[in-house]
C-alpha cells in the first residue's frame, strides 16, 4: 500500500522558522500539503506538479511557505517562515498518481494521505 510519512513538526515561537519532510512510497505526479487546525477544516497549503516543479500557494502562507522536493530520495518538503500562531495546526502530506489539476485548492484531488505532523506556534 501507499506510504507517506510527514516529520519535522514542532513547537516554535512566533516568527520562527520549521522544515517539514514527506517520505512517499512511489512516482506521484502531484503532491501537497494540507493542514486543520483546532476546530477548523482541514485547508490546503501548499501543492507541487512533481514533473515539472510549479507549485501552488494558499493565499495565507503565499510568500512565506515554499514546497520543495527532492524526486531521487521521494522526499517533499515545506519550508515554513514568518510563522504565525494561527499556522498551529496538524499538518498533512498528500498525493495522487494520475494526471490532472495539481492545486492546494481542492483537497478530492488527493487519493493518499499521511498520517499528520503537529506544529504549534506561540505568540
Known amino acids: 500500500q501507499v506510504q507517506l510519512v510527514e516529520s519535522g513538526g514542532g513547537s516554535v515561537q512566533a516568527g520562527g522558522s520549521l522544515r517539514l519532510s514527506c517520505v512517499g512510497s512511489g512516482y506521484m505526479y502531484c503532491m501537497g500539503w494540507f493542514r486543520q487546525g483546532p476546530g477548523k477544516e482541514r485547508e490546503g497549503v501548499a501543492a507541487?506538479?512533481?514533473?515539472?516543479?510549479?507549485?501552488d500557494y494558499a493565499d495565507s502562507v503565499k510568500g512565506r511557505f515554499t514546497i520543495s522536493q527532492n524526486n531521487a530520495k521521494n522526499t517533499l518538503f515545506l519550508q515554513m517562515n514568518s510563522l504565525k500562531a494561527e499556522d498551529t495546526a496538524m499538518y498533512y502530506c498528500?498525493?495522487?498518481?494520475?494526471?490532472?489539476?495539481?492545486?492546494?485548492?481542492?483537497?478530492?484531488?488527493?487519493?493518499?494521505w499521511g498520517q499528520g505532523t503537529q506544529v504549534t506556534v506561540s505568540s
Open positions: 507541487i506538479y512533481t514533473a515539472g516543479g510549479s507549485t
Open positions: 498528500a498525493a495522487r498518481r494520475l494526471p490532472g489539476p495539481c492545486t492546494a485548492a481542492t483537497e478530492s484531488l488527493y487519493n493518499y
